[in-house]
């Protein structure tokens, strides 16, 4: 793979099927996280920016809801094929915005096509059901139609991934669409809408606005044009966009923060459980919101998995994502390093062991070592605050039921992960740990197929398989009495 071919663009709105500046002209510098340069620029929509955007959401919803499933799935299958065809481009936009390696990106981009692909086969799965009723001259049926115009808001840490799943489920029912992807990684989710206008969605079905988010987010959610939102992000923020939704009778999938558990029982492998979570853990350095963070390893496997853990951590090579055989990129922007330094220290002042890492690399570019802490008491910061970052806390625990106690001890229940050979412990895992996604045994999650989403803080709502759809659509009862 090469990045020799492509340049990375200055990036518009689209809005209306056409790619334009902001009405006022009004721009923000993009960095490169590898060399902190400004590699272009970034259009910033304002309100009558975001009045255009609705005024076409609103005119293609009402084109595209009247699209046949059948000719919805087309377009999307050939978008998903475009996707495919430039997996290379997509790597490399999202090494140089973002910062992972070529191979994350460019999967990244395979997995987003297969994404589309899944809910292409959906649009033409939306039934409705035929209610038997108490009158042999009543019929009784309930339709399902598309809820109106979306307002999706994803992060920067997986640019297609986060925003593919919310676009293709809003085309698959019928919706229109206004993204708002992160200021930081903008041009990968750029290309992903004009994979979709190419393929031959009409203008007005998708739309993508960049800014300030919380004016973008203030000024949408409340909108009536606006029936309902999707938003991936922290807890806190998610809060405060429910709140505003359910003020305003909007739907909302909340795919909020984690802080994910990793059981490993006294009969697991744990040599081969280290040797899969190192690469799952360090993945975008970390700043995955079902990473592995903590681990809670029973106390005949402890040794053996922090050996072999922190032995797999320090072999990492970590450097900027276009370069031959980096494992680890940087942070996506500088603020994420003076948080892991503060979370590490507060851990070693209170007792914990550092393993490895724990420091910036250089200074140019926000590269930071592969970290692992370990025996980290309960009241250190970083077994309480999500770190969104290459940093793992791998604990003992004195038995299984003090595993599962330690697993639910915190409000975030997105994704968690066992190593166990015992079919009786699966099952109790699988019964009794409090999270929205379980892998046991694999890395089994965020498959096009398959549920993704939390509970308690980490969310509501479904952005993967065949529960996905049901908040883009509503389900009306048309009942007739036959003359």
């Not at 300030?212 to 999707?230: G, M, N, Q």
Request: glycine share 8%; charged share 20%.
């Amino acid at each position: 793979m090469s990045a020799a071919p492509f340049s990375y663009p200055n990036v518009e709105l689209l809005i209306d099927g056409a790619w334009r500046p902001g009405v006022k002209g009004l721009t923000m510098p993009i960095i490169d996280p590898a060399t902190e340069e400004t590699i272009g620029s970034l259009a910033r929509a304002t309100t009558e920016d975001l009045d255009l955007a609705l005024a076409s959401a609103e005119k293609g919803f009402a084109v595209w809801r009247k699209t046949a499933p059948y000719n919805r799935a087309k377009v999307m299958r050939k978008a998903a094929d475009l996707v495919r065809a430039r997996a290379d481009l997509f790597a490399y936009l999202i090494a140089r915005e973002q910062g992972k390696p070529l191979r994350e990106g460019k999967a990244e981009a395979l997995v987003g096509a297969d994404v589309i692909d899944w809910f292409a086969g959906e649009a033409q799965r939306v039934y409705g059901h035929v209610i038997p009723s108490r009158s042999d001259n009543v019929q009784q049926i309930t339709v399902r139609q598309p809820v109106g115009p979306v307002a999706a808001f994803t992060p920067w840490n997986f640019p297609i991934n986060q925003l593919v799943r919310k676009m293709s489920a809003a085309l698959a029912t019928g919706c229109s669409i206004i993204a708002k992807a992160a200021e930081e990684t903008p041009a990968a989710p750029a290309e992903l809408a004009r994979c979709f206008m190419e393929a031959g969605v009409p203008a007005g079905v998708i739309n993508m606005v960049y800014g300030v988010p919380a004016e973008i987010s203030e000024y949408l959610i409340p909108h009536p044009i606006i029936r309902k939102i999707s938003f991936t992000g922290s807890t806190p923020v998610g809060k405060h966009l429910a709140s505003l939704a359910g003020l305003h009778m909007k739907r909302a999938t909340m795919e909020l923060g984690g802080h994910s558990p990793v059981i490993v029982c006294a009969d697991a492998d744990a040599a081969s459980a280290a040797k899969l979570m190192v690469s799952s853990k360090y993945r975008n350095a970390g700043q995955v919101c079902v990473s592995p963070t903590r681990f809670l390893v029973e106390a005949a496997n402890f040794d053996g998995f922090v050996d072999g853990f922190t032995a797999g951590a320090k072999a990492l090579k970590v450097g900027a994502g276009l370069e031959k055989d980096t494992e680890m990129g940087p942070l996506a922007n500088e603020r994420r390093i003076p948080f892991l330094e503060g979370l590490i220290q507060d851990a070693v002042s209170r007792g914990a062991e550092l393993r490895a890492g724990g420091n910036r690399i250089g200074n140019k570019g926000y590269f930071f070592e592969p970290t692992v802490l370990a025996n980290v008491p309960t009241d250190a910061r970083i077994m309480n605050e999500e770190p969104f970052g290459p940093v793992a806390i791998v604990n003992r625990a004195e038995s299984l039921d003090a595993a599962i106690k330690e697993a639910n001890r915190l409000p975030y229940a997105l994704a968690s992960y066992a190593f166990t050979r015992s079919n009786a412990n699966a099952h109790r895992l699988g019964q009794e740990v409090e999270a929205g996604m379980l892998t046991i045994n694999h890395l089994g999650l965020a498959l096009p197929e398959v549920p993704f989403g939390g509970m308690k803080d980490s969310g509501y709502g479904s952005e993967g398989g065949f529960d996905a759809v049901d908040a883009y659509l509503t389900s009306k009862l048309v009942t007739m009495q036959a003359e």
